[in-house]
């Protein structure tokens, strides 16, 4: 039933377990330049549960950064095997350094995933995600093949060639980015196949936030069930956290992590069930362990058990970065909001771009929507309603009415790996 018996592991033995990791993650740290001095007052014997977490620093992005390349390395460079650096969607990148042994407890954690959603070794997997320094090529690809799956290493780009790839193959399993499944499903059929026919059956999607609306049009237009995929390069990469079948939150692998819902502002725990920041510990990291890492990911827990009998607590979805947040007349606005009202429209296609712009001295919202062929018609009367419809729908979810331009499908520029949400051209001349 589980990839791994401790994923049903009884809490209170998961909790001590969580104990005695943290206790040797802390000793282990210490070997690092960074953590030597960072826990230099710090007595390991005071952690004597899990939630005494609370008393050791936080460890931030801009700590990486200031400590790169070396500075979090417990070991001689000798002993590590693999490199990887954030995409660096926001700034500087940030490396990651695995030993043999880290290497394999993250393909054991992802494998553990993809099995939770239904994957089985008579699978064949297509990682349609780009490899090289970004975690989710490598990272899913060697789950896959620890699960057991026929793992196929496409990696991002060439449409006709990832169709002809999964018709050949018989593929079941796609690791696609979310923007990129529902134009993808447009080319399938651009390209004279029909959606029923292909042979998938899951979709595993993440690395970006997107919507539980967008996710229902995924599984809509690919006729597949689509699991969202949580993780971090800091973190390892995906594998992180992870739905399973039940579809409601993913699982935080409790005996890898310790995962903690603070206010970004006081760093103090929220109540639980309220959204937060995502705070991140590696209790079986030893080449790079990290300690109470800021994500800066927005989320909350979901209380109660859940069906599926896994015992380690479920996060929501992303709901935003705390870098995303937009402040706009005053209003603080987060692009998931929009994409949430946009992806509940049938009207709507499968991209859009919001530009901030300066007109005179006020900011304004300009949302570029594509709109389904079908209605995308000649008749002006109909677009003006469709536009006006829009903008309502809009300020009604974030209180200010955004200048709504409609676009024809497949005409806004798409990215090769992440999304781009967002332009900010407010300062631009
Ligand atoms: P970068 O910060 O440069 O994008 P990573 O490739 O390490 O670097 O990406 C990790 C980030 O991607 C997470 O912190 C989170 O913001 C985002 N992310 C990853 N998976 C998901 C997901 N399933 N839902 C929403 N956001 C996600
Ligand atoms: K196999
Ligand atoms: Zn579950």
Not at 76 to 93: Q, Y
Not at 259 to 285: C, D, F, S, Y
Not at 411 to 424: F, H, L, N, Q, T
Request: net charge negative.
């Amino acid at each position: 039933m589980y990839f791994d018996p401790v994923e049903a592991m009884d809490r209170a033995a998961l909790e001590e377990l969580q104990v005695e990791r943290l206790k040797k993650t802390i000793d282990n740290a210490r070997n690092s330049p960074f953590y030597s001095e960072q826990l230099a007052g710090f007595d390991t014997a005071d952690i004597k549960t899990a939630s005494d977490i609370a008393k050791l620093p936080f460890t931030t992005k801009d700590d990486l950064r200031n400590q790169y390349p070396h500075g979090l390395l417990t070991r001689s460079l000798d002993e590590f095997v693999r490199l990887h650096a954030s995409s660096g969607t926001t700034g500087t990148p940030v490396a990651v350094f695995y030993t043999q042994q880290d290497l394999n407890t993250w393909a054991d954690l992802m494998a553990r995933c993809m099995y939770a959603c239904g994957c089985r070794e008579s699978d064949t997997m297509q990682n349609m995600s780009g490899y090289g320094l970004f975690t989710g090529g490598l990272g899913i690809h060697y789950g896959s093949e620890r699960l057991g799956m026929l793992t196929i290493p496409a990696g991002a780009g060439n449409t006709k060639r990832q169709i002809k790839l999964i018709r050949d193959h018989n593929v079941s399993v796609l690791h696609i980015i979310p923007s990129f499944a529902l134009y993808f499903a447009q080319k399938v059929q651009e390209a004279g196949y029909e959606i029923e026919d292909m042979p998938w059956r899951i979709a595993l999607i993440g690395a970006e936030p997107h919507t539980e609306e967008a996710r229902a049009k995924i599984e809509e237009m690919m006729h597949i069930k689509a699991y969202n995929s949580y993780g971090l390069s800091e973190m390892n990469g995906p594998g992180v956290a992870f739905e399973c079948l039940q579809q409601n939150g993913m699982h935080v692998w409790e005996d890898a992590y310790i995962a903690e819902i603070i206010n970004p502002k006081t760093g103090e725990h929220v109540a639980e069930g309220e959204i937060g920041e995502l705070v991140m510990t590696t209790l079986t990291r030893e080449g790079m362990p990290i300690i109470r890492y800021r994500t800066r990911d927005l989320t909350r827990f979901i209380p109660g058990d859940c069906a599926c009998g896994r015992t380690h607590r479920r996060i929501d979805r992303i709901a935003g970065r705390a870098d995303d947040m937009m402040i706009l007349k005053g209003v603080n606005i987060y692009p998931m909001q929009i994409e949430q009202c946009l992806m509940s429209m049938p009207e709507v296609g499968q991209n859009y771009l919001i530009e901030l712009v300066r007109e005179g001295v006020s900011d304004q919202m300009k949302v570029k929507v594509e709109v389904k062929d079908e209605f995308f018609v000649e008749d002006m009367r109909a677009l003006q309603g469709l536009q006006k419809k829009i903008a309502k729908n809009l300020c009604s979810e974030i209180l200010l009415t955004p200048h709504v331009e409609l676009c024809q499908s497949d005409s806004i520029p798409k990215a090769e790996g992440k999304a781009v949400r967002v332009i900010d051209r407010r300062n631009e001349e």
